[in-house]
């Protein structure tokens, strides 16, 4: 797993991912390494030395990602997830069929302890990054400030709203994309959370 992550800049400490405070992604590393991955943390992409034995994970890029250079390495074989709600991944999201939409609040059924930047989004449908996490408005995947997935094609809506996507997946080629529109969903706070921690566990193994 590479990962990229905002660490390089001193303004911006959240997703640091040697860090245990509650922004940081010590705890998706070790559950990353608990499966059996091995994390490299890159600040930024050499897309000559990658191949289809890596997961690239972009976590709220803060350069653009060359949009046509991420679909051939998803068509060659590469798996990509890109966590991005206002960072620089709009273009590379649009390039694999997503509309990442800067929307006020999204229509949710429930909040984490009734408040209005915590909407709790539900799995959606059957696919297996969606597996045991549950519908259960109470028991599902806790957001903070998300964006949405809007006009999706070519992609299957894993985890969402009742008027947007928080999570999307699909296949291009030999190679496989997640598109999460919450990055935070993946912070060591937001960790904390059982819908969280499953939705983290199955995209790794999908």
């Known amino acids: 797993v590479l990962l990229i992550s905002a660490t390089a800049r001193a303004d911006i400490p959240d997703y640091d991912p040697n860090s245990q405070a509650w922004n940081g992604m010590a705890s998706f590393v070790g559950l990353a390494e608990g499966i059996g991955y091995q994390v490299t943390p890159v600040a930024e992409l050499e897309w000559d030395k990658l191949d289809d034995h890596d997961i690239l994970f972009l976590v709220y890029p803060l350069q653009r990602v060359d949009p046509s250079r991420l679909g051939r390495f998803v068509q060659a074989g590469g798996n990509v997830v890109i966590a991005d709600d206002f ?3 709009k273009d590379a999201m649009a ?3 997503l ?3 800067d929307i ?4 949710a059924s429930s909040y984490y302890a009734n408040q209005p930047f915590a909407p709790i989004a539900t799995a959606q449908g059957d696919h297996p990054i969606g597996r045991e996490v549950s519908s259960n408005k109470e028991h599902g995947v806790v957001t903070n400030h998300p964006a949405a997935l809007e006009q999706i094609q070519g992609a299957t809506v894993v985890v ?3 008027d947007s996507a928080v999570v999307a997946a699909g296949e291009r080629g030999t190679g496989r994309f997640v598109a999460v529109s919450d990055p935070s969903i993946f912070i060591n706070r937001m960790l904390q959370f059982g819908g969280n921690v499953q939705l983290t566990s199955n995209i790794l193994a999908w």
């Not at 006020?104 to 229509?107: D, E, K, V």
């Open 87 to 89: 960072g620089a991944g």
């Open 95 to 97: 390039a694999l069929g």
């Open 99 to 101: 509309l990442r939409a």
């Open 104 to 107: 006020g609040s999204p229509r």
């Open 160 to 162: 969402g709203f009742e």
